[in-house]
């Protein structure tokens, strides 16, 4: 009997039906796109840190005799034992070892040292890679939780979509209120019309979460082949492969079926569980809320007005969900463009356009520092390479006395009022001081283009500093620092080692050497040459460990050109140094698509977002065609024309939509004023660039299908025989 009854129930209510369909089919895809893309994710970032820093799992050092490294290979639990003989040397031998078991690493680590008779810290374990696997050291009170974020993702997922989709399941089964107290009434159990309704879920569903499920896999790997094309240039990353595994599509299809199912077991349990006499009483009509006023509405609209207004007000639970999904997809979208548009501008004026005239390519130049790099005149020398300069970076710092402060910025306030630096006890304020050195032809050069003597016993200090109290970041205005009569520089990290390393200073400057460097706002910069940087290089702090390399070119406008000088450049470092390069204009290039990528996979995401909200209007305006036929007709026999029902709907539609768009622009609109503000941009900066036209775009195509659900709900209204919908209670 119930075989049947679902059975003549789904074909004679196709669109409730594909409503649940649509609903299942999305859960599906979702969760599978997921599912792949975290599962691919999580092979990528093992893949880059094997390539990084090698697949071993635990790493003995010590002394190991060959007896003793046979006897690592043979224990138990041991796939292999390798020596790495790059990093053996004076510490003792380097043992890489990977075990079958990996979870029993941190119990058999320790056996191993003890039969060798080493001592405890010499093992040490590859706990990064380790935490990829969801390994961890039972003794760390805070192991990472990477693995176990993605887990709880998937759960929260899942989750939402339960609260989503359950209400096409619920809208569909509670049309059915009516009749299922009438076979409750004749003997049907709770559990018989639960089992029926469960049946029907199975039915409509299994297809729909195949298929979702198989196009999910299809673009997850869309989505990866797109990121490895936006992500080629991008240095130090490698290509993307896309894996699966069958364990991936088991939990992907346990996790949709599941999600499915407890979406339609919550309706259908409080459906199975109503008192057979008040599921008789429900008429199976939208109950609407005769005292409420939609005077908005019915000012604007008339009677139509207040009607769709009370029919809105009474599918209010049903729409929350609808309401919430394109809110979120309007707000999603509209800000993520809004906030790369922002980003864009500032990244466009404080970097692009800021040190576009200063550099062409950069090469880092990694653990090796100025003075052992060698190739200084061999780059000047390259053929299309206009300029040179190799420079090396380092902090120290320095005590100031009020004496050294600028009249500018004493009369300011000093330090403390201007750049938030107290004095100490002794009255003196301790200011950073970074320190750049250049090779000597480049000192040299610098000097002169500052006119200024060329020497290379002293350094060049930047006197500036931010009036942060007259003027904004995007806009600074700077003074000077201290007083120019100082002739040397005392800095405190010798201070405080008993050996004064003094600075001469050579001149002060507003003019910085073309660099591609941020300075400090509240910092004393010096530039000192090699020759200086060589003589007090013992009693300076820690210097940088990498050097870099900046090339103007001679033809600055062509990718090309900047691509095939690039190339002999850092071609001819990389062969004697360890080096990382990169040129300006693919450096834009490769800026642009990582933007293009994010706003891609982001705009996907509220794509999504709006599918579900669409869906869900789908399954409303067709899941209470049942209930809204009794409406309709008791409209129509009173006179109400089926152009005056068009407009109802028309109003309804435009409400549904125009809701989550009113929202969202006010919100965005805070949003925009806010962002603005703490960007220091002028309103009319953005306004030029404001991304209105795919914004119109994305709402008129919400709009559309809004009003497309209301369309094929309102011609299947007026096929009902409306005298059949007031007489009696078949299913349409």
Request: hydrophobic share 50%; charged share 20%; net charge negative.
């Given at each position: 009997m119930w075989k049947d009854y679902s059975t003549g129930y789904i074909k004679n209510n196709r669109s409730s039906s594909i409503s649940i369909m649509v609903a299942a089919f999305i859960s599906a895809l979702f969760l599978s796109l997921l599912c792949s893309l975290f599962y691919n994710f999580w092979i990528y970032e093992i893949q880059q840190i094997v390539l990084e820093e090698g697949d071993w799992q635990g790493r003995i050092i010590g002394v190991i005799s060959e007896d003793d490294l046979l006897d690592i290979q043979n224990f138990a639990n041991v796939e292999k034992a390798v020596?790495?003989?790059?990093?053996?040397?004076?510490?003792?031998?380097?043992?890489?070892?990977?075990?079958?078991?990996?979870?029993?690493?941190?119990?058999?680590?320790?056996?191993?040292?003890?039969?060798?008779?080493?001592?405890?810290?010499?093992?040490?374990?590859?706990?990064?890679?380790?935490?990829?696997?969801?390994?961890?050291?039972?003794?760390?009170?805070?192991?990472?939780?990477?693995?176990?974020?993605?887990?709880?993702?998937?759960?929260?997922?899942?989750?939402?979509?339960?609260?989503?989709?359950?209400?096409?399941?619920?809208?569909?089964?509670?049309?059915?209120?009516?009749?299922?107290?009438?076979?409750?009434?004749?003997?049907a159990t709770p559990g018989q019309i639960l089992a029926c309704l469960m049946q029907e879920a199975a039915v409509l569903c299994a297809v729909p979460i195949l298929l979702g499920s198989l196009l999910g896999i299809a673009t997850g790997h869309g989505v990866m082949r797109v990121m490895n094309v936006i992500a080629a240039d991008v240095e130090g990353r490698h290509e993307a492969v896309w894996q699966y595994h069958p364990l991936v599509l088991a939990i992907t299809l346990l996790s949709a079926v599941l999600t499915v199912l407890f979406s339609a077991w919550m309706p259908a349990r409080k459906l199975s569980r109503k008192p057979p006499l008040e599921a008789i009483r429900n008429a199976g009509g939208l109950q609407l809320k005769k005292k409420k006023n939609a005077r908005v509405l019915s000012l604007l609209f008339g009677i139509e007005g207040e009607l769709a207004g009370n029919a809105l007000a009474s599918q209010k639970k049903a729409l929350r969900t609808t309401t919430l999904s394109l809110t979120l997809s309007f707000l999603g979208f509209t800000m993520m463009l809004c906030f790369f548009t922002l980003s864009g501008i500032s990244t466009r004026e404080t970097y692009f356009e800021k040190y576009q005239d200063v550099w062409d390519i950069m090469i880092t130049v990694k653990d090796t520092s100025i003075e052992a790099f060698k190739l200084t005149e061999a780059l000047q020398k390259v053929p299309g390479v206009n300029d040179g300069i190799v420079y090396q970076k380092t902090m120290e710092s320095t005590s100031l006395g009020a004496e050294w402060l600028s009249e500018e910025l004493a009369a300011a306030g000093g330090l403390e009022a201007v750049a938030g630096i107290s004095a100490a006890e002794h009255g003196e304020s301790q200011v950073k001081v970074p320190i750049i050195i250049l090779d000597d032809v480049s000192f040299k050069k610098y000097c002169?283009?500052?006119?200024?003597?060329?020497?290379?016993?002293?350094?060049?200090?930047?006197?500036?500093?931010?009036?942060?109290?007259?003027?904004?970041?995007?806009?600074?205005?700077?003074?000077?620092?201290?007083?120019?009569?100082?002739?040397?520089?005392?800095?405190?990290?010798?201070?405080?080692?008993?050996?004064?390393?003094?600075?001469?200073?050579?001149?002060?400057?507003?003019?910085?050497?073309?660099?591609?460097?941020?300075?400090?706002?509240?910092?004393?910069?010096?530039?000192?040459?090699?020759?200086?940087?060589?003589?007090?290089?013992?009693?300076?702090?820690?210097?940088?460990?990498?050097?870099?390399?900046?090339?103007?070119?001679?033809?600055?406008?062509?990718?090309?050109?900047?691509?095939?000088?690039?190339?002999?450049?850092?071609?001819?470092?990389?062969?004697?140094?360890?080096?990382?390069?990169?040129?300006?204009?693919?450096?834009?290039?490769?800026?642009?698509?990582?933007?293009?990528?994010?706003?891609?996979?982001?705009?996907?995401?509220?794509?999504?977002?709006?599918?579900?909200?669409?869906?869900?209007?789908?399954?409303?305006?067709?899941?209470?065609?049942?209930?809204?036929?009794?409406?309709?007709?008791?409209?129509?026999?009173?006179?109400?024309?089926?152009?005056?029902?068009?407009?109802?709907?028309?109003?309804?539609?435009?409400?549904?939509?125009?809701?989550?768009?009113?929202?969202?622009?006010?919100?965005?609109?805070?949003?925009?004023?806010?962002?603005?503000?703490?960007?220091?941009?002028?309103?009319?900066?953005?306004?030029?660039?404001?991304?209105?036209?795919?914004?119109?775009?994305?709402?008129l195509a919400i709009l559309g299908f809004v009003g497309l659900a209301y369309y094929i709900s309102g011609n299947k209204v007026f096929k009902i025989d409306l005298t059949d919908a007031l007489r009696n209670d078949t299913m349409i």
């Open positions: 020596v790495n003989e790059k990093l053996s040397g004076e510490q003792g031998t380097v043992v890489d070892v990977c075990f079958q078991n990996t979870r029993t690493i941190f119990s058999d680590m320790p056996l191993l040292i003890e039969h060798l008779g080493l001592a405890e810290d010499a093992a040490s374990y590859h706990l990064l890679l380790l935490s990829r696997y969801m390994i961890h050291d039972p003794k760390d009170e805070e192991p990472p939780l990477l693995m176990a974020f993605y887990l709880v993702v998937l759960f929260i997922v899942s989750f939402s979509l339960i609260l989503i989709i359950r209400k096409s399941f619920a809208v569909s089964m509670n049309a059915r209120i009516h009749q299922f107290g009438i076979f409750s009434s004749i003997g002169t283009k500052i006119g200024i003597t060329s020497q290379l016993d002293g350094a060049v200090v930047l006197n500036q500093i931010w009036d942060r109290l007259n003027s904004d970041f995007r806009h600074p205005q700077y003074i000077p620092f201290v007083k120019e009569g100082q002739k040397k520089t005392v800095l405190d990290s010798a201070r405080q080692e008993g050996e004064a390393v003094e600075i001469p200073v050579l001149a002060y400057t507003r003019e910085v050497p073309v660099l591609r460097e941020e300075y400090d706002n509240f910092s004393l910069v010096h530039f000192i040459p090699l020759a200086l940087g060589k003589e007090i290089s013992g009693q300076l702090g820690e210097t940088q460990k990498d050097a870099y390399v900046r090339i103007l070119a001679n033809e600055r406008t062509s990718l090309v050109a900047l691509d095939a000088l690039e190339e002999v450049v850092a071609g001819l470092v990389k062969a004697e140094y360890p080096a990382e390069s990169e040129n300006r204009i693919q450096d834009k290039l490769t800026n642009d698509d990582m933007i293009n990528g994010f706003m891609l996979i982001l705009g996907a995401f509220c794509v999504l977002l709006a599918v579900i909200g669409i869906a869900n209007i789908f399954s409303v305006t067709l899941g209470f065609l049942y209930q809204r036929k009794r409406e309709f007709a008791q409209y129509m026999s009173v006179g109400m024309t089926p152009a005056g029902m068009r407009k109802m709907f028309g109003i309804e539609a435009m409400v549904i939509a125009g809701r989550p768009l009113l929202i969202t622009l006010l919100l965005t609109a805070v949003f925009v004023a806010f962002a603005v503000t703490a960007s220091h941009l002028e309103p009319m900066e953005f306004l030029r660039e404001a991304p209105i036209v795919p914004i119109a775009i994305f709402s």
